[in-house]
């Protein structure tokens, strides 16, 4: 796990604890496995990466797909 500064951060990501967008230059959490590959990284919204244990599961949604 890493924090990334906002001036580190250069792309979009998708944060995978809300299915929202990360847009550049907001700090946020970086995420992989200890033996994963760099393809396994994942950027999370500090916020998400701080409640990640106590998420329930739940359907997983098109990129498009409305809120409600």
Known sequence: MRR?????????????GCE????PGLPHVVAWPRYGDVD????????CWAAR??????TRRSRDAPRY
């Not at 929202?20 to 847009?23: E, L, R, T």
């Open 40 to 47: 396994d990284r994942r950027h999370w919204h500090a916020p």
């Open 4 to 16: 990334l500064s906002g001036g580190a951060a250069a792309k979009h990501y998708r944060c995978p």
């Open 53 to 58: 244990d106590r998420r329930s599961p739940r």
């Open 20 to 23: 929202q967008m990360i847009p």
